[in-house]
């Protein structure tokens, strides 16, 4: 057990006083029998750390075999936790770890007993002082003189001991704890709460109460707040703590739990800092369902206090209607999930609209569903005319959002999406800044602005910050690893986009656009062999999916393959043409091929349908041999790309 040298533990509104065998709560003495005492001490001195069973055994009971050591430990177990006011299923303090022992998972401050122990540079002030007003005025009465002395003296510098480290003065008090050295926290991942009830149908709230969190510390602007989607990735992996902060490049991160039991929610979260794996504080918060928004917003105070930063205007209340407010939480589970195929989608817009039908001025939802109709949009095959439909709503949802609330970031994202959809680039660009402005943690809108800049505006080193910034909110997002290849791709620069290809691939290995982009990059830089096989890959990967094999006809052209080339164009052919992505298909094979006629017939297919891919794909290096033609350069003004 760690020597506590007189000190006190403190943890939550808890003092241990080891010295004196005292548990208090707020100033209170608490009882606890001596041996419990002793366990909670040995637990409470080593937070975060596992305590074996056996080693609190030796410790408390000794060698003493007659002991029937597991009643025993349970029972003091039982009273720590009668004393704590905690239950064992939902443990604010002591986790128990099955089969191996115990783990306490709160705060806890070593700090002076009331009378502190003075520092040696305090007592060698104080014999100086001491030493310095000389001998006693009187030889009978000296040596009772300097004790008396010695005892003023000491008194008056512990007084000034404790007032210098009540206010840490030149940071005193640091030094003496240890502190002087800590880290600056600059960055912070939530990671994803869990769902104590074990009931799938739960997930939602832990999640919804886990991006409540993530964007309310977002608005701290000193801090970098690393977005809920690369936090979410590491769900289940069993990594540390320091493992886990690594890969999201993070300072601190806040764990924790969500119990929802009848009409009760129960939140416990705790603060660890990143490098040492210590809990720097811990609490648990428990109300009715109904005032769960109070409650998020209390949580984001409580951890802003701890770190000792501001929320600056704090959260603000979207909805008090709670049903509403539940809908919302789903329509943002479903989105996150994004499979069109699966109904995900379709089911995230239907919560969002039943959401504002149940509460007319929920902005949030608004912005939910303009977030939405943009995603299903691009990830279709729709006509011009669902696809104009899906666009006018977008901006009526996001409109409404913003007359609601003018600062809602997430609305300003959305309404950007819109922009760049009716080609309108400017207000784009001018609306994406406002989200940044709102909220310089908005990865999204940081990606969006600096794909923008890159494929349309031609301000390519702009816009590659913008993308590396939303890399740094969001660094386990492959969409935005992805897209930061293939814009090294549209800058020329096809070494670096290749080992960006890799890095997106290594984020997840089941996307085949990290292998196309990767397969490009090699292929444009020359290296044919390489390409090739990438890109086979690629195709097997997606069992046989349009666009790995487009892209794998190209890398025969410029492999000198043109017989394997339009060996797989006429396989390819055997199918229906449709519409949509098989539109992107036959422009890329007949673009790769040099059949020019055929590849502007696509790309004018495109733009009739209101493919929102279009202006982006026109930057593509594979395309350039096609700028030349006057038929471009007109396609490119009915797209408003003036630069």
Request: aromatic fraction near 8%.
């Amino acid at each position: 057990m760690q020597d506590t040298n007189g000190q006190h533990l403190r943890f939550a509104a808890f003092e241990l006083d080891p010295a004196n065998e005292l548990l208090r709560k707020g100033g209170v003495v608490v009882k606890l029998p001596p041996q419990p005492f002793k366990v909670l001490t040995m637990l409470a001195s080593r937070p975060g750390q596992l305590v074996r069973r056996e080693e609190l055994c030796r410790a408390i009971w000794g060698d003493e075999t007659a002991v029937d050591f597991e009643r025993g430990l349970n029972t003091c177990m039982r009273q720590i936790r009668t004393a704590l006011g905690e239950e064992a299923g939902s443990p604010q303090f002591i986790e128990t770890v099955p089969r191996l022992g115990y783990r306490f998972v709160a705060a806890v401050d070593l700090t002076a007993a009331a009378s502190p122990k003075l520092s040696p540079e305090v007592e060698n002030l104080a014999s100086t002082e001491i030493l310095s007003r000389g001998p006693a005025s009187s030889v009978a009465g000296g040596e009772q003189g300097l004790r008396r002395w010695r005892w003023w003296a000491a008194l008056a510098f512990a007084a000034l001991s404790a007032t210098l480290l009540a206010v840490n003065f030149s940071g005193l008090r640091d030094r003496l704890r240890g502190q002087s050295d800590a880290p600056r926290i600059q960055s912070l991942a939530v990671l994803p709460l869990e769902n104590l009830s074990r009931d799938p149908e739960q997930e939602y709230l832990a999640d919804g109460i886990t991006e409540a969190l993530t964007t309310d510390l977002g608005k701290i602007g000193t801090l970098r707040v690393i977005s809920r989607t690369s936090a979410m990735a590491l769900r289940g992996t069993h990594k540390t703590v320091p493992e886990t902060a690594r890969e999201l490049k993070a300072d601190v991160v806040v764990q924790g739990a969500v119990l929802l039991s009848g009409n009760r929610v129960r939140i416990t979260v705790q603060l660890v800092q990143a490098s040492t794996d210590r809990h720097l504080w811990a609490e648990t918060y428990e109300r009715d369902l109904r005032d769960v928004l109070a409650l998020q917003d209390e949580v984001a105070g409580s951890i802003a206090n701890a770190l000792r930063l501001k929320l600056g205007a704090g959260p603000r209340r979207y909805t008090d209607d709670l049903e509403a407010y539940q809908l919302y939480l789903r329509g943002r589970y479903a989105l996150d999930r994004r499979t069109p195929a699966g109904g995900s989608m379709a089911n995230a817009l239907q919560y969002f609209e039943q959401a504002t039908a149940k509460d007319p001025n929920y902005a949030l939802a608004y912005a939910g569903a303009a977030d939405t109709l943009l995603a299903i949009d691009f990830q279709s095959n729709g006509t011009m005319t669902s696809r104009l439909e899906a666009y006018r709503r977008a901006k009526s949802a996001a409109e409404k959002a913003l007359e609601l609330d003018p600062t809602l970031s997430e609305a300003h994202t959305a309404l950007g999406g819109v922009h760049e959809r009716e080609y309108t680039w400017e207000e784009a660009e001018r609306v994406l800044r406002r989200a940044i402005e709102l909220d310089p943690n908005n990865s999204a809108a940081h990606l969006t602005l600096g794909i923008e800049l890159v494929f349309i505006q031609g301000r390519s080193e702009d816009g590659l910050g913008e993308i590396r910034r939303a890399l740094d909110l969001d660094p386990l997002s492959f969409i935005t690893h992805e897209y930061f290849a293939q814009a090294l791709l549209v800058m020329g620069r096809y070494q670096e986009a290749v080992e960006q290809g890799r890095k997106a691939t290594a984020v997840d290995p089941t996307q085949v656009t990290a292998y196309m982009s990767t397969g490009r990059a090699l292929s444009l830089r020359g290296r044919h062999a390489e390409a090739v096989a990438v890109l086979q890959e690629a195709d097997r990967r997606s069992a046989g999916g349009h666009f790995p094999q487009a892209w794998l006809g190209c890398a025969y052209v410029h492999a000198n393959q043109r017989d394997e080339a339009i060996r797989l164009l006429q396989n390819n052919l055997k199918a229906a043409s449709g519409r949509g992505a098989q539109n992107r298909k036959w422009l890329l094979f007949y673009g790769c091929l040099g059949d020019k006629d055929r590849a502007f017939d696509y790309l004018e297919k495109m733009y009739a349908e209101g493919d929102p891919v279009l202006p982006f794909w026109l930057a593509y290096p594979e395309l350039a041999w096609m700028r030349p033609d006057h038929r471009f350069a007109a396609l490119r003004q009915k797209l408003n790309l003036t630069r």
